[in-house]
């Protein structure tokens, strides 16, 4: 049921801004995406969510394409703490169950 | 501490059994939500309850039910247990809806999941 494509894994320089894509080509309009982010077995961690503007917190960036159907999520510097698996999920516009795909797993690198 | 709180954090039975996993909100969230984590699976979604009465099902074998109390604390029971049943069991919880507010941006918080072996 999950709406979005991600990259299966990606590595990063520690300190370097880490850029997690996502694909959600199908959105509908009042859909918002959100990031998740889930450390080794841990409960997963939410990030950041936006439906059209940009959006920014102490964690990361989130940056919507003009046409929605695309993002990106932006932790400016990452550090090792930020190795996890990233889930990019569209929320199901007629309830408010979340669906998890496969995520990307992102690697911090000494 | 995420503010919701499962117990227990791990649990190892046998084949056949029946087991009860615990869930405690977040203080004033009226909604609950399980999920379950194979290895090979990814989370899938279970169920949800608002407020005591089910909302949304999801991927739950019929051997699985879920309830959700007064207080707002929700119990996940699995029996007739299978060894493809071992997994990592997750409850959330969000700040409150109204019936039918389906376009809230509101995030869950998780727990930090039961850990259920089958042996």
Redesign the interface.
Same mark, same amino acid.
């Given at each position: 049921d999950a709406k979005t494509t991600q990259p299966p894994s990606m590595d990063c320089a520690e300190g370097r801004a880490a850029n997690l894509p996502c694909n959600h080509s199908t959105i509908s309009g /009042?859909e918002?995406v959100?990031w998740?982010r889930?450390i080794h077995? @841990? #409960?997963? @961690?939410?990030i950041i969510?936006g439906?059209k503007n940009n959006e920014t917190n102490e964690m990361a960036s989130l940056i919507i394409t003009e046409d929605r159907k695309s993002s990106t999520l932006i932790l400016p510097h990452a550090t090792l703490r930020d190795t996890a698996v990233y889930?990019c999920i569209v929320?199901?516009?007629? %309830? /408010?169950? &979340?669906? &998890? %795909?496969? #995520?990307t797993s992102l690697t911090v690198i000494p | 501490d995420s503010g919701v709180t499962q117990t227990p954090k791990h649990l190892i039975t046998a084949t056949g059994q029946r087991v009860t996993l615990r869930c405690s909100p977040r203080s004033g969230d009226l909604s609950v939500y399980w999920y379950q984590q194979s290895l090979d699976q990814g989370l899938q979604f279970l169920i949800q309850y608002y407020n005591g009465e089910e909302r949304a099902k999801g991927n739950i074998l019929e051997r699985f039910s879920a309830q959700q109390f007064p207080d707002l604390h929700s119990e996940l029971n699995l029996s007739s247990l299978e060894l493809g049943d071992s997994a990592l069991y997750f409850c959330a919880s969000s700040v409150p809806l109204s019936p039918g507010q389906g376009d809230s941006n509101y995030g869950y918080t998780f727990g930090s999941g039961t850990r259920l072996t089958v042996v």
């Open positions: /009042n918002y959100y998740y889930q077995s @841990q #409960g997963p @961690q939410y969510h439906l889930y929320r199901v516009k007629a %309830g /408010n169950q &979340f669906y &998890f %795909g496969t #995520g | -």
